[in-house]
Structure formats: structure tokens, C-alpha cells
DNA sequence: ATTTAGCACTCGATCGCAACGAGTGCTAAA
DNA sequence: TTTAGCACTCGTTGCGATCGAGTGCTAAAT
């Protein structure tokens, strides 16, 4: 492993090139190509100089003895953070994409799904956030809704705005008027309540109440336990035609893990204990975290308000991504929905 | 084009086994394979004979002079034809299928996500569904929760059981109880009306609830327009493994489509009109659909109660995809939910 | 002490070519 | 009508030659 700072200007110039040509060909670069492609004072020979003191120090690598230099993670690791430091989206890209925002219905499911389009195209790679999640799910209001015979809807909205329904089938079938002030007086008694609380508060008497009652604690018991919010993505088929992916069986695995969705919920929400709300996360080669995703990179990022109700979004691609694309998409996104967010959920 | 009852019993027969050779290997079969693989009592040079009758008919095609056979479109067709008749889901497969939904939660999101999910195990290829859509939007209930300053969550309820949110952004502040008066008043006056009975209704003078008002028929006109129900799919990643995909770019883009959820939900709603509930059709190399999908297959089938709640649910795979197994789980599914839509939302 | 021109060397990619073999269609005998 | 026999087709495989992008090293130049 390298120290940081131990590279010259110009090593730090050639470097800096060779992973950004590398992002963009997916080929092996060398030094006449690099000559070729940006401007040097220096002749090719002491390109290669150079290029084999990175070599040595780890930051790139060599396919084999007679192709050009490929970075290795700890080259990634040093250009995602050299562009973290600047690198703001463009002006007019920002505009756009804050109208977009704005536009659209004042859903949450809405942002979301704007959130992924945005970010998979941006990124060109398969970007996936996860909805608002509430700290602690506290309850706002109920609703029961008697639909046919014995069935009945049951409605059940957290203070989060989340949103839970279920069908109950009952014992025997119960009025319209019964169910609303059942549901009325759930509404009063449990009002801003956690679920402990509710669990805690003993049954009552009525029958149909204790019943719901139960549900209802149910229901939060499994929106608490959630890791976070719902997981949408986007840009999946996008991906596949990146040479990463249509080679290899081996990254091909790694888009399978789209489809355990709760397993990559538990990868969002793990990191979400290590950043908090604003900074951009970047894993490079699935440093600490799943088998799967020794090809892949994360950039991640958290929004929200810090501590009530967040949610995580990111973009996973091939190691070789557009970093410089995506991570100011990623961190104006988050910024953007924190601020969405703050404004319909602060302060409860 | 051929007509569709010219073929001997014994071309059929080893039409039939090309067919079925071919969807298992891969690979385009000759006469030595088939006498190894299946039983005959005649010899390679009629089986030869018999294929190159089949080949002039058009039910076989040669990928290039000395390569074994391949079924065409109409060779497929012939093969599903007869598949139709038949093909049942094994029993025991059956009853664990039926045993996950009765186990699953009451819950039309918990239906759909473990239908697509025994679908695309069952059929190795992608499969998708829409949920249960109503013929007609009907208003059954409204609610409106302040959750901070000017900001308002309305959940508005169908009565297909379809919820709706959305948040507002009123003009200044109003109580909690001035919303929950306007909530009753206005679902008072809407119950199980239909979206133009709504907007057809004079805006009564209390400028909130005419707001609102605007707000639900605009709500409901969204849920009335869209041509299906919420999309769900599974299975992506799986079918990568088929060569058809890994192999030509061709056949990836047509993967593409999943990402266009409106343009897939249209494809399936159009079929609706074809298609009565419990019928299962089979689409072959994309005929009278979608030029991307050429090379692709569809099986589908349309659940619910006809003309009033209904939904459509389908396996989309390569042309060569296991239809002995896809067929028969689509039929068995599409019947399950056929009987848990009805068990709820049966007689509105 | 750097930088650079020159050069031998490496090694994957590409090309041409021969051999292989699965599969066919045809003919003539059973 | 079936089938054994056979010539023929043509994609696949294997192999050696060649190519060329790129390297590292050495020795001269700055």
C-alpha cells in the first residue's frame, strides 16, 4: 500500500490521465497514447518512466508484460479523490434536473423514481435509492374500509407518510360505521405513538378493536424493522452493454444481487452508520462489502434529516465508472431531495 | 405458410422432438441426435427425409447447409398448439405454489411480488405482472393529514383498493381538524362515485375543499388513464445466462423494453382486448407486437373478474424458452389470483 | 542528474490454412 | 417405402506465422 502524497505533479498529471482514459476506452493505455491524447512536454520514454514508478507503487498494473497500464483500486481510490474534492455538476445539468424535481407531482414514489432515471442516466451505470425511512415509526392514522363481505381494507398511515395497507378478513362481517369509529378511536388513542407504546397499552375490551390493534402493532413492528425505506432502481439493461458486463459471467453475478433486494438494503443501510447526511461515499471494488462486488464500485450517498427520516442513494457500476460524472449527479441529487424532504418532514 | 393438419403422425412426432431437443440444448439438432436421444424404429435417413418434408413446410429452418434443425416461428407455434391442450402443473407443485399465497400477507403488493417470483423460477425467463386495475375508477374514501405547516398528505383509497398519495402544498396553514372535517365532508359526497360524476359536481364555495376537490378528480383521472396496474417483474438477471442474451446484442435490447414500464404495460393491456380471463395466450416471435422483440417469446394470461378488476400477468423469455413448464405455471397462477381478487373485491 | 532516442524483446491479437466432423441430400439397393 | 452408402458442405478447431502495441533497458544528449 501507497502513502498519499508521495507522487510528484507530474506523476500525479500521468496518473490522473491514465485512469480517465482507461474509464473512457476500457482498453490498457500506454504512454504513446497518452501522448497521442493529451498534451505532453515530455517525450514517451519518460511517460514510461514514470508509469512504472506508479506501477511499483501500486497505483497501476500491467495485464500482461507487453500491454499498456490498467489502475488498480488503490488508482481509482486516488482519482475519486482528487475529483471529490471539486468537481460540481454543470450549471445548466443543475438547473435542468432541479426543474425536473420541482415538476413533477409532489409524491414521494414520484421522486424516486425521477431520482434513479436521473441518476442512470447521468451515470450511464445502475443507480438505486431507497424511500424515506422514518428513525422510528410512529403512528398517524388509520383507516378501515369494509370492501365485500368479511374483507376488509385496512389502511395505515406512519408518520413518516409511509403508507401500509393489508386486507383483514374478519370473523364475521361488520358494518361500514362500526369499522369507521373503531378506526376513529384507534386514530385518538394511538396518535404519535411508537410501537412499543402500542404494544404496550393493554387490549381493550372490544373485540374488533383488540383485533386490529393487533395488526395495526404488526404492521409498524415490520415497517420499524425494515432496514429503510423502499428500494427502487434504474438502468439495469443500460449496463449490460458495458464490456464489464456482457464478458464476464463473474460481474454478471453481481447484478443478481439487484434482484435480493433486501440484501442490498442491508449494504445501503450499513453504510448509512458510517457517513452521515451530504458526504459522497465512494466503494471501490466492493472494499468491505460483498463478495459479489469485487468488480464493482458504489457511490453513495445519504439524504434527508439526520436522525428522523433518510434515505440512501447510489450508483453501482463497473469499477471503472464515470466518476466524474457521477458523483456530483449523486451528491446533487441527495442535496436535492434533503431539501424536498426537509420541507414536507421537518420537525415532527 | 402451411396449413395445419398436413403432417403424418411420425412428422409429427419428430417434430415435436426438434422442438423440444432444441429449447433444451440449444443447439441445433440432427437425425443421428434424435435416434440417440429418443426412441424410433426407423432409421437416420428417414428421419432425414421426414425433416427435410418438415424443413419444405416450414416448420424447421437450417441455420446453414450441414447444420442440424432449427424450429421457425410456425414450428414453435405447432409445438405450443399442442403444448395448450394438455400440460398441467404437476400436483405437488401446485399445492406448494397455492400453500405460498394462502401463507403470504393479505396484501395486493405481496401477491404480485411472489407471483413474479414463483413465475421466473418457474419459467427461468423474465416474468412480469400488473396489479389488479379496475375497470372504472370509483372514489371510495379520502384523507387528509397536515404533517407540517402548508404541507398536507392526501391519501385518497379506489374502491379497486388501489391508495393514491400525494402531498399538497396549501396556500397557508390549516388545522388538523378543519382537514378531517373537509376529508369526511367530501368523502360523504364522493363515495363510490366515478371520476366524471366528480368533476361534473358544481365546486362548492368552501375554497379548501374545491381545491381539493380539483386535487381528487385530477388524482383519479391519472388512475383512470393508466392502462393497467402498478408493474411488477422478476427474473432479469436470470435469463442473462441464456445464450440468447450473453450472445447478441439483438436479443439484450429487447430487454431493454422492462425499463419502458409504460410501453410494457401497453403491450399487456392491448392483449386484453384479445384475450378473455383463463384463456392462455402465447406470442411467438413478437407477432402483431413490438419489433424489439423479434426474437423473444410471450406467454400470457389476464386474471380477475372480467369487466370489472382485472390484471395481466405474463413470462417473457427467448423463442427457445421452456413453454412445457412456463404454460402450465401461468394458467395455475393466473387462476390463484383470479380467486384471491374475487375472495376480496368481488360484487362492487 | 534528467531526459530522450534507439532497440531488443514480449505477448496477445489476427490471419491463413489444414484437418475435423456433424450433418445433409442423393442414389441405388432392399 | 425404407435404408445403407457416400460424396459434399461448411462451421469449428487447432496451429503456426506474422503483426504490432507496448515495454524496459542502455547509452547518448541536455
Redesign the interface.
Known amino acids: 500500500m501507497a502513502a498519499m502524497n508521495d507522487l510528484t505533479e507530474r506523476q500525479r498529471k500521468i496518473l490522473l490521465l491514465v485512469v480517465r482514459d482507461y474509464i473512457e476506452s476500457a482498453q490498457p493505455v500506454g504512454s504513446l497514447r497518452l501522448l497521442e491524447h493529451y498534451q505532453f512536454e515530455t517525450s514517451s520514454a519518460t511517460v514510461r518512466n514514470e508509469m512504472a514508478a506508479l506501477t511499483e507503487l501500486g497505483y497501476l498494473r500491467q495485464p500482461h508484460t507487453s500491454a499498456g497500464r490498467v489502475p488498480t483500486e488503490e488508482g481509482y481510490r486516488y482519482f475519486v479523490s482528487a475529483m471529490l474534492r471539486q468537481a460540481e455538476l454543470p450549471e445548466p445539468v443543475q438547473h435542468t434536473i432541479s426543474h425536473q424535481f420541482h415538476q413533477a407531482?409532489?409524491?414521494?414514489?414520484e421522486w424516486m423514481t425521477l431520482a434513479v432515471s436521473v441518476l442512470a442516466r447521468q451515470s450511464q451505470a445502475v443507480s438505486l435509492i431507497t424511500a424515506p425511512h422514518a428513525a422510528q415509526a410512529r403512528f398517524?392514522?388509520l383507516?378501515l374500509?369494509s370492501?365485500?363481505g368479511r374483507?376488509v381494507?385496512m389502511?395505515l398511515?406512519l408518520?413518516s407518510?409511509e403508507?401500509n395497507?393489508?386486507?383483514?378478513?374478519l370473523a364475521e362481517p361488520v358494518p361500514q360505521e362500526r369499522l369507521s369509529l373503531a378506526a376513529i378511536h384507534l386514530t385518538q388513542v394511538y396518535a404519535g405513538r411508537s410501537v412499543e407504546e402500542i404494544a404496550a397499552l393493554s387490549p381493550r375490551a372490544d373485540a374488533l378493536e383488540a383485533d386490529i390493534s393487533l395488526l395495526v402493532a404488526q404492521a409498524m413492528r415490520r415497517a420499524a424493522e425494515q432496514t429503510g425505506g423502499q428500494l427502487y432502481f434504474?438502468?439495469?439493461?443500460?449496463v449490460?452493454?458495458e464490456p464489464e458486463f456482457?464478458d464476464s459471467?463473474e460481474a454478471?453475478r453481481a447484478?443478481?444481487l439487484?434482484?435480493e433486494r433486501n440484501l442490498l438494503q442491508e449494504l445501503l443501510a450499513r453504510s448509512a452508520a458510517e457517513g452521515g447526511v451530504g458526504g459522497v461515499q465512494v466503494l471501490i471494488g466492493g472494499e468491505s462489502a460483498w463478495e459479489e462486488l469485487r468488480q464493482c464500485s458504489i457511490v453513495l450517498a445519504h439524504y434527508g434529516i439526520p436522525g428522523q427520516m433518510t434515505g440512501t442513494l447510489g450508483v453501482l457500476g463497473p469499477m471503472r465508472m464515470s466518476y466524474n460524472r457521477t458523483i456530483p449527479a449523486v451528491r446533487f441529487v441527495a442535496g436535492l431531495l434533503s431539501e424536498l424532504v426537509g420541507?414536507?418532514?421537518?420537525?415532527?
Open positions: 407531482r409532489p409524491e414521494v414514489e398517524k392514522h383507516e374500509i370492501t365485500q374483507q381494507l389502511v398511515v408518520m407518510g403508507v395497507q393489508q386486507i383483514l378478513s434504474d438502468g439495469l439493461t443500460r449490460l452493454s456482457s459471467e454478471r447484478l443478481r439487484l434482484e420541507d414536507v418532514f421537518a420537525g415532527q
